[in-house]
DNA sequence: CTTTGCAAG
DNA sequence: CTTGTAAAG
């Protein structure tokens, strides 16, 4: 059955699971059965080479490691990624030797950046079970650099970016910086590293692009994050220069939100936008086995995303 | 049996409770039985018209009120007090109606003094039973009246001073102020008023006047409350005036402190300092029936003191 | 070690 | 509402 937009089927004639389809592919790619608890997609085969990326927002890593309800060991382990992307981490450059020994067993290879403007603020960590070719803190551009919001490693088919784009801010004071500075400097920076290789750009893009990425669109016209700028930004500079935004190409038609405000217990009642994305280059956006969110991931005010990747 | 200056004697026949001889009122006043679980004096005869003032440097009322373990109508029914003041109660003078009117019921009188200058620092209150004839805020100088310092009120026999003296601070770097101005001040203003009635001056006066007063008078020499400088401004300027510290007077021997700095886990191990006192003019100071120190109310740094006054 | 206010999201 | 800072004790 449907309701809205969703297609609802209970399938009882899958292996372990009743797994239902509650969510689809484009059309032409087909129906996906969703494991409806988790809202995880079916296991890929083992026998198809893949890799698991993980992206998350995680509001302060040394609040969530102390939250007794998480462990980072535990999320590894239920979620088996290859690769954790880390946004506002909040850490400063001198915490990040203690919790990089502390966090993972395994995942030898981390990569962090701090802001070194305003401590305690932004930051972003590639944590990686395999390790890359190479790693670049930065767009490589000093006047963007201060305040930690990029990490790039090299893998051998694509490099990673885990970014965390500035909030526009309260009165939108920083509008005019993050739309005419930033994205364009980024956008710039993965259309030149698309040259050697494909890229994939994930973190949290402070933005939600279209209404179905946002609870209540009319109301946040002029909110930081769905202001038209932004979401008209988003569009030049990355999808129109040829990055595909993996869920909603997956899944073109459901509702999915990553983040949800603290203000408002907006999570409980499922006030959210969709602001943390998977965006891949053309070249390796049909390797995409599925992009997909983890709503039921708690200790942040975002839940993390997933991608996994045909390799 | 006497352990070190202390003599403990379990006493079979006294009424309800098994009273201990724990402490002591100074030699020609003889002997005091105190409750060894609680560390409160005996109870008063009811037939003894008194009053019985409490005395709490609270480090943040709204935290206290906010503790699960706390509660004020709780601590007034157990203590049955008749005033009760306060000590850096952070409060800014915007939270003050809020607060006053969730607090205590029966206590309809209460006068507050916020910090002007620092916003949620220091801060004092007297909130009472009974109305008292007039209230004084601050020292009437305007140069030491923008720290919410100083709250007085009138009674019918003595008037009443809550006070939080400032701390000398880290690098003694408000030692100068404290021993020069603000002490000697507040000095004049209790001799001022002492031409008039008998005053009580209470609360944290952040100095521990002898080395009974401090778990570690050796190693504290040039700490903040235990420097030369402050124990002998306390001695001139409040001692030496003739105002009375009641709790050596009651208790010459007994080692009773008021405050556990948070940073050593300092109340576990008792290593403490008396920094709170009920200073009483010579002229009401036979009036008191016993001085003491409320070791088991947790929720601050600081122990609450009582006094009980016969009237 | 803990409180407060503050900036930021 | 929650994170982080800083000043203060």
Request: net charge neutral; aromatic share 10%.
């Amino acid at each position: 059955h449907t309701t809205g937009k969703q297609l609802v089927i209970t399938s009882t004639d899958m292996k372990d699971e009743p797994w239902t389809i509650l969510t689809h592919k484009k059309p032409q790619k087909g129906w996906m059965a969703y494991n409806p608890k988790t809202m995880r997609p079916p296991p890929i085969a083992a026998a198809t080479a893949h890799m698991k990326l993980i992206s998350w927002n995680v509001n302060g890593l040394r609040a969530l490691l102390k939250l007794e309800s998480f462990s980072a060991m535990q999320l590894a382990q239920r979620e088996n990624f290859d690769v954790l992307c880390l946004q506002e981490t909040k850490l400063q450059e001198k915490d990040v030797d203690a919790i990089r020994l502390s966090l993972l067993e395994g995942f030898d290879n981390s990569y962090w950046t701090c802001s070194v403007s305003k401590l305690g603020y932004s930051g972003t960590a590639i944590i990686s079970r395999i390790k890359p070719h190479s790693v670049r803190y930065g767009l490589g551009l000093s006047d963007h650099d201060s305040e930690g919001r990029l990490v790039t490693v090299e893998f051998d088919n694509f490099y990673l970016l885990c970014g965390y784009v500035p909030n526009s801010g309260d009165g939108l004071k920083r509008l005019s910086y993050r739309i005419t500075q930033w994205d364009p400097s980024l956008s710039n920076y993965m259309k030149d590293l698309e040259r050697l290789k494909p890229v994939i750009l994930t973190g949290d893009l402070n933005c939600a692009h279209q209404e179905i990425d946002i609870w209540n669109p009319a109301g946040n016209k002029r909110s930081a994050g769905f202001t038209d700028e932004e979401r008209h930004s988003f569009q030049t500079n990355f999808l129109d220069k040829g990055f595909v935004d993996t869920f909603r190409e997956q899944h073109p038609d459901t509702v999915g939100y990553t983040y949800w405000g603290y203000r408002h217990g907006g999570r409980k009642t499922n006030k959210g936008w969709r602001l943390d994305y998977f965006l891949a280059s053309e070249s390796i956006a049909d390797q995409v086995y599925d992009s997909y969110i983890l709503p039921d991931v708690a200790g942040s005010d975002h839940s993390p995303i997933g991608l996994i990747l045909k390799l």
